[in-house]
């Protein structure tokens, strides 16, 4: 009973047993150009999702730099998953992304992660075909033999692809942070709201509290050796 009431989500990185997760953010749904977005005319376009690609350009890919910089100075692993598909024909999908309509070929341009926040060297990238990546990638495998067991996710979108992730991870065990502005959704109403709605599953911080928290543990003083003899 005593150990359960000290047991709290409020935990600060270690950074051996942490990995940052970007979620979704790909050429298909972060890039004005990219498929989810095709054939609708300019007026729509500005109307249904101008306030999210000013937020998102403006503010939210600079923290996502910003979270990535830091955590590969840290030389904490930073890992990203797209929607794309394992085939050409997309057969492999969810059944509900086939009825939504996502269709994300295998090796397509629409699946590959934004340019400003470029993969880089043997970073992992998981292909994904259902809201959550807990469910059509092995990444919880591949968690558990990286040994990480604390979780921070940023990405699109807050209401659906990154609270799905939060919610199965918890439920697997992981500890999670979210960066709460370094997600997205279409409205700020919606983002707000799904904040609010998963709050009692994660702990929630700023970019620039998770940075401060990880240059803390840069700096902080190391364990002194004993000498010899």
């Given at each position: 009973?005593?150990?359960?009431?000290?047991?709290?989500?409020n935990?600060?990185v270690?950074?051996?047993?942490?990995a940052?997760?970007?979620i979704?953010?790909?050429n298909?749904?972060?890039?004005?150009?990219?498929?989810?977005?095709?054939?609708?005319?300019?007026?729509?376009?500005a109307?249904?999702?101008?306030?999210?690609?000013?937020?998102?350009?403006?503010?939210?890919?600079?923290?996502?730099?910003?979270?990535?910089?830091?955590f590969?100075?840290a030389?904490?692993?930073?890992?990203?998953?797209?929607?794309?598909?394992?085939?050409?024909?997309?057969?492999?999908?969810?059944?509900?992304?086939?009825?939504?309509?996502?269709?994300?070929?295998?090796?397509?341009?629409d699946?590959?992660?934004?340019?400003?926040i470029?993969?880089?060297?043997?970073?992992?990238?998981?292909?994904?075909?259902?809201?959550?990546?807990?469910i059509?990638t092995?990444?919880?495998?591949?968690?558990?033999?990286?040994?990480?067991?604390?979780?921070v996710?940023?990405?699109?979108?807050?209401?659906?692809?990154?609270?799905?992730?939060?919610?199965?991870a918890?439920?697997?065990?992981?500890?999670?942070?979210?960066?709460?502005?370094a997600?997205?959704t279409?409205?700020?109403?919606?983002?707000?709201?799904?904040?609010?709605?998963?709050?009692?599953y994660?702990?929630?911080?700023?970019?620039?509290?998770l940075?401060?928290e990880?240059?803390?543990?840069?700096?902080?003083?190391?364990?002194l050796?004993?000498?010899?003899?």
């Amino acid at each position: 009973m005593g150990t359960e009431m000290s047991l709290t989500r409020n935990v600060p990185v270690v950074p051996e047993q942490s990995a940052l997760l970007f979620i979704d953010v790909q050429n298909f749904s972060a890039h004005r150009d990219g498929a989810e977005f095709a054939g609708l005319p300019k007026d729509d376009f500005a109307a249904k999702y101008g306030w999210f690609f000013g937020e998102l350009e403006a503010r939210v890919i600079p923290n996502m730099q910003a979270l990535q910089a830091a955590f590969r100075k840290a030389h904490i692993e930073v890992m990203y998953t797209t929607i794309e598909s394992l085939t050409a024909d997309g057969r492999d999908r969810s059944l509900d992304y086939k009825i939504t309509g996502f269709h994300v070929p295998k090796g397509s341009w629409d699946g590959k992660v934004i340019d400003q926040i470029a993969v880089q060297g043997d970073e992992i990238v998981l292909p994904k075909t259902s809201s959550s990546v807990f469910i059509s990638t092995n990444i919880d495998y591949i968690l558990r033999n990286l040994g990480v067991k604390q979780l921070v996710l940023a990405g699109l979108v807050t209401d659906q692809c990154v609270e799905g992730a939060i919610r199965d991870a918890c439920d697997l065990g992981y500890l999670v942070t979210q960066v709460t502005d370094a997600c997205l959704t279409y409205t700020r109403e919606r983002h707000d709201s799904s904040l609010r709605a998963i709050k009692g599953y994660c702990r929630q911080v700023t970019t620039r509290e998770l940075i401060a928290e990880i240059q803390g543990l840069e700096h902080a003083p190391k364990p002194l050796t004993p000498s010899a003899g």
